[in-house]
């Protein structure tokens, strides 16, 4: 008997019940199925620029590719991922944010001026050097600016070119990264040299750069100097009291001026003759007497009377040699000014007895011993103000953290598949309650689905009943009544509930008209 038939016996109730039945689990399989064949998606490409980005997604568009956008992320499922990759680099996606010589493609040596050709040389040329400098670790982004002065046909001197370098890193690139940037730039550029080049971080400061030495380098020294003296200082103390029972702060002041002094010193006792120059001399004077009439008459007696006068001199000179110091002393940026120590004691570790009568004598003698302990480790002078703080507290206590273990091979495994686990066995029990649970009682209904709605409502009844049908006694009759005689003849008590389920539908139906 067929299916149709099977359904046409069927009341118009039960058959709009079965096709609601077949069209809600239609829809729930089709849902499992799409959620548990749809492939995973893997990451593509992520952080690119918003220009590049929408090349990407229009070429994926292009391919037939799904993809989903997650932040500045593209993902696209992982079966097809490697070939779309091919298939973007293949057109030259994505293309580079920072363009380099491919700029100079584009030149046309027709229409295009010296000055014109320089630019946008030297643009190219800062582009390759910010991709080189963007590979690495650490730089997020970057960019080069080349100072080179064009020189004049008619100039004798080649300008001092320069360059600077500014980039933006998630922690502050070391001296020997700094350093090798330099060097990178400067040899790309002809004529400049790696002091010149300065680079550059808005959120570290300068990382290298003619000045770099007289006031970055200073700061960056006393605090690693400080930090070594903190652990120095700890593992002393971590001897004694143990770890977590002791905590460190060591502050240096550093100079950050040069500083060039010059002494010259002689030394008078080492004094030696070194020349001795004497000189005599004898000198005469002649001069007259008193201012008379007689002095002014010619040769006589008024021409007498003058005087005669003679002096000596004598004169030494001497010449000594002395000891001669010279000292000249330059005090670079970092010298170390000033320490500051201060450091904190559980006063638990120190298993003093708080009631005893001499608890304090005894703590202050143990911070008297600490004291000397931390000074002569940290080589502190009183002359340079360096200054110590021990101090003896009760820590307090730290909560205990309790750490998560790593998840194991099978947590990973369910954590990856469990969902997809879950929807094929919730399909599968879809499944055999689809075909167990409706289609198969449909297929029941088949010998009673040639009658009339009394004799379909019999076969129901039958199959209700838990009855079996007897093959061969249908086939040897095609006449339902026959069929009806011989299955009631044989099957009496089954008959007789089956009549009794039959009276009392009735009289409920009776009861509620």
Known sequence: MGFIDNLRALGLQRQIMLGAAVLGMLAAMTFLVRGTLQPSMSLLYSGLDPVRAGEVINELESLDVAYEIRGEAIFIPANVRDKTRF??????????????????????????????????????????????ILTTPGVESARVHIGANLRSGFSRSQPTPTASVTLSSARRLNGVQAEAIQYLV?????????????????????????????????GIVAEDQAAALEQKIKRLLFARLGDGNAEVSVNMDVSRERTVISDVRFDPESRVVRSRTTNDSNETNQGGGNLTVASNLPQGDGAGGQNES?????????????????TQTERLPGQIERVSVA??????????????????????QVRQ????????????????????????MPFQALPEVELTPAPSMIERMLEQHLWSAVQA???????????????RPVFAQGPAATGDEGEAGEGEAATEGNTSVDGDLFEQSNDPIDYLKDYTSENQEQTAALLQDWLKEDRKIAANE
């Open 343 to 364: 450091v904190l004691l559980n006063q638990e570790a120190l298993g003093i007895d708080l009631t005893a009568a001499d608890a304090a004598t005894q703590i202050e």
């Open 87 to 132: 298939a973007l680099a293949r057109d030259g996606l994505p293309r580079q944010s920072v363009q380099g010589y491919e700029l100079l493609d584009s030149v046309n040596g027709f229409s295009v001026t010296s000055e014109m050709y320089n630019a946008a040389y030297w643009r190219a040329k800062e582009g390759e050097l910010t991709r080189t």
């Open 369 to 392: 011993n600490f004291e000397a302990l931390v000074r002569n480790a940290a080589g502190l002078e009183a002359d340079r103000g360096d200054t110590l703080t021990v101090e003896l």
């Open 310 to 326: 003679t002096s000596k001199s004598s004169t030494e000179s001497v010449a000594y040699e002395l000891n001669e110091t010279r």
């Open 186 to 218: 400067a040899l790309a550029v002809s004529g400049l040299n790696p002091e010149d080049v300065v680079v550059i971080d808005p959120r570290h400061g300068i990382l290298a750069g003619p000045t770099v030495g007289d006031v970055e380098a200073p």
């Open 425 to 439: 066995i919730f399909l599968g029990i879809i499944v055999l309650a689809l075909g167990f649970g409706v289609m």
